[in-house]
């Protein structure tokens, strides 16, 4: 063998070394990288998509305090029981001097459509002056519940200048929610 063929073998050997090495190794890891590439790609764009819906999100926890806050109004405005009607109803009498005689109320037979509300008609006899009665009457109008005045009968003497109490009869219709899931029963 002479000088020329060991050349010509060397440089086979190493082109075959390195065909081997590129089989073996680089295209292998070329791949890898390719789909590790693609795969942060994936990755990106997803987390794009994420962030799009965080913000998307911060707009929803804004509604939703929103919606909670008139909810709340509304449960202060539409209760779901008579006795908080009752409550403040005794506490503004107090606050005024109305001496209550007699509260009764009953939840109406005939209810409005839809079934959204419930009424409740409240019957008040009570003994005051008529400045007090003015301003309790006020107070009632006042009051967060939805209550509305649907009658007045005022009886007795004239108020506070003889000592004698003026009697009143206050007629009242409260509004209340129905719980969850109630329907009007007929």
Same mark, same amino acid.
């Given at each position: ?13 190493? @082109?075959? @070394? ?6 073996? @190794? ?5 791949? +890898? ?39 709340? +109004? ?19 009498? #107090? +606050? ?7 509260? #009764? ?30 301003? @309790?009457?006020?107070?009632?109008? +006042? ?44």
């Amino acid at each position: 063998m002479n000088y020329t063929h060991k050349a010509l073998l060397a440089i086979l050997g190493i @082109f075959a @070394f390195l065909a081997v090495f590129v089989l073996a @190794f680089y295209l292998p890891e070329s791949n +890898r990288l390719d789909r590790l590439r693609q795969r942060g790609e994936e990755l990106k764009r997803t987390l794009e998509e994420l962030q799009v819906k965080g913000r998307n999100l911060t707009k929803v926890r804004l509604q939703v305090s929103g919606m909670q806050e008139k909810l709340s +109004r509304l449960e202060e405005q539409y209760p779901r029981s008579i006795e908080s009607v009752y409550s403040s109803l005794n506490e503004a009498s #107090r +606050r005024h001097r109305i001496t209550i005689l007699n509260m #009764r109320a009953a939840e109406l037979k005939e209810q409005p459509e839809p079934d959204i509300v419930r009424l409740w008609e409240i019957s008040i006899e009570g003994k005051s002056a008529y400045n007090d009665l003015g301003e @309790f009457l006020a107070e009632i109008a +006042r009051l967060p519940v939805l209550v509305t005045i649907s009658g007045l009968h005022l009886e007795g003497g004239p108020g506070e200048e003889d000592g004698e109490p003026l009697e009143s009869f206050i007629g009242l219709t409260a509004y209340l929610s129905r719980e969850d899931g109630e329907t009007q029963t007929e």
